[in-house]
């Protein structure tokens, strides 16, 4: 059975898309610890992200840097911390999030955003890649 991130990246789940190329998907979290808080994605679902093989390992980590780049121009922040936990869904994944304190990557606070919102935010950093 495909990951909910595999169904996203296949269109059967809608996402608020930043960007994607031939190799990876980069979407806001729906669930965010902070305003932009986004996933980078390999296309190919492997659960583990030391399982990747090198070269689509090596390519989610420059598309990541990518995106975070984009991201800090965006929303107003000290950095964008990266996470990679990957309990929650089996399939490797990156978490870029705009941080000002320690606190932010928690994944014990989140952040209550409308359509609209996610919407705009979307738009304003993909402006920025």
Do not use: W
């Not at 399982?51 to 090596?58: G, R, T």
């Amino acid at each position: 059975m495909p990951s909910i991130f595999t169904r996203i990246i296949n269109g059967e789940i809608p996402s608020y898309k930043i960007d994607e190329d031939e190799h990876c998907y980069a979407f806001l979290d729906i669930n965010p610890n902070a305003v932009g808080h986004t996933l980078c994605v390999p296309k190919q679902e492997v659960d583990k992200l030391f399982d990747l093989d090198q070269e689509i390992y090596m390519h989610l980590m420059q598309f990541s840097k990518r995106i975070a780049v984009a991201l800090e121009q965006a929303v107003p922040c000290k950095r964008v911390g990266m996470a990679v936990v990957g309990l929650e869904v089996p399939h490797a994944h990156v978490h870029l999030i705009p941080i000002h304190q320690m606190t932010d990557m928690s994944f014990q606070t989140k952040v209550n955003m409308q359509e609209e919102d996610f919407i705009s935010l979307a738009k304003k950093i993909r402006s920025k890649i």
